[in-house]
């Protein structure tokens, strides 16, 4: 009996050792096979000290395809807003973010790197909407006492656009900003399906408050919010989602994606709850399924899908007052925003084309007042003051009833601008 035991432990010795030296070889396999390809992209051994260091430092579009496959540039009109957002550059990331200037692109820009005060604003631009994109970055220097940098994801024509009207900005204007500039990208596999997601690019909003406040909103997310947006609708009897959504839904009203805050960091490493599998999914991992399960009975593209995911993650949003993403919807029908009652707009934004049309000409005054002002003239008489005159000739509509609310807090933006440059002489 003895024998055979002995003759057991000794099988099962060898049998360790021949484990053993079997996954020592595998590794050693896929190790070699990294390097190679290490080597064919022009980074040194991983064994040298300066692999991880070289390897960390890959910037924008570097770091973008390490981490995406097989991307896909768009060449069409017709692409999604918001899909470029959740492939920003591992660097950039939301609330306490460092981020080192010599990686990036930079144009026009004087900019001292003091990142624990600057603010990160990403907007996705295509075909027209170049002056739009424009406008809404002006507002945003305009009205901001801390530097900024913007994320611009424009198709690859509007690239030179952009560097040439950015740079034509006066130099002391410039000197509040850094600029980069990213081409929007889909995954490959169903990008057609990608590209025809709701509709073109939109950029249409303006900031009246300084970018640094809603900024500051993100000191109050706790442990699990990793983003931020406001309510679809605040009354739920003309509520969309509540009478017609044919999907899941956050809350009682829905979320509307207009306006969103986003911790990078927390996103990128959140497993999402979802109801296709019973493990959590990434980011990345969930947006597919989701829209391939859903794509039949979504009617408002990126802002469903988003819909969906925070019905099943409602932990992870902080929700934001209606004034942080003011439409039309709050007052075409009779005011039903109460916070911009109270405190006034402080995002507007100008969907459904109301920037560029007659049907609520109330927000295209506001739109035209700040697209026509010229940068280093007085803010009180040369944009409050036209906007204010412009905006009396519309109150025959609703809206137009309710536009002291729209330069409300642009009034105390402006005073405090200028009280701080006063400051600073």
């Given amino acids: 009996m003895r024998c055979y035991l002995k003759a057991f432990l000794l099988c099962m010795v060898f049998t360790f050792f021949s484990l053993l030296y079997v996954f020592n070889q595998l590794a050693s396999t896929l190790e070699d096979r990294d390097d190679r390809n290490l080597k064919e992209q022009g980074i040194p051994d991983r064994r040298s000290h300066d692999y991880g260091h070289l390897l960390r430092k ?88 801390k530097p900024l940098h913007f994320y611009i994801f424009a198709e690859d024509d509007l690239h030179d ?66 983003a931020a947006m406001a309510p ?31 911790n990078m960091t927390r996103l990128r490493e959140k497993s999402f709850k979802n109801d296709m599998t019973i493990v959590g999914l990434k980011w990345e991992e969930i947006l597919m ?46 005011s039903n925003c109460q916070q911009a009652d109270q405190e006034g707009v402080f995002i507007l934004h100008g969907n459904r084309g109301v920037y560029h049309d007659d049907k609520q000409p109330a927000f295209r005054a506001v739109y035209e007042a700040i697209q026509k002002y010229t940068f280093g003239e007085d803010m009180e008489t040369s944009l409050l003051q036209p906007l204010e005159a412009s905006l009396q000739a519309t109150t025959n509509t609703y809206c137009g009833r309710a536009s002291h609310l729209f330069t409300k807090k642009l009034k105390q933006s402006i005073m405090s601008v200028q009280q701080d440059a006063a400051q600073r002489r």
């Fill in 289 to 334: 399924p989701l829209l391939q399960k859903y794509k039949l009975n979504i009617t408002w593209g990126d802002q469903d899908l988003l819909n969906i995911i925070f019905h099943y993650n409602p932990e992870s949003l902080y929700v934001f007052p209606c004034q942080w993403n003011y439409r039309p919807d709050h007052c075409i029908y009779g």
């Fill in 232 to 262: 679809e609708h605040e009354e739920p009897r003309i509520g969309w989602y509540n009478r017609f959504a044919r999907h899941p839904y956050y809350g009682k009203t829905g979320i509307n994606s207009g306006v969103m805050l986003m």
């Fill in 58 to 145: 890959r910037p924008g579009l570097t770091g973008l395809q390490d981490r995406v496959e097989e991307l896909d540039r768009c060449k069409s009109l017709s692409v999604s807003y918001w899909n470029p957002y959740w492939r920003l550059p591992a660097d950039v990331c939301g609330v306490n973010c460092l981020l080192e200037s010599s990686l990036r692109e930079r144009s026009g820009s004087a900019v001292e790197e003091h990142s624990d005060e600057r603010s990160h604003l990403a907007v996705v631009a295509c075909g027209p909407r170049l002056e739009e994109t424009l406008t809404m970055l002006k507002s945003a220097v305009l009205l901001s006492k």
């Fill in 161 to 226: 656009r952009f560097r040439n009207a950015l740079d034509s900005w006066p130099r002391t204007v410039q000197t509040k900003f850094n600029f980069t500039i990213y081409p929007i990208t889909f995954p490959k596999e169903n990008v057609k399906e990608w590209k025809k997601l709701f509709k073109p690019c939109a950029s249409q909003r303006l900031f009246l408050p300084p970018v640094e406040d809603i900024w500051a909103l993100l000191s109050h997310f706790k442990s699990s919010h990793l």
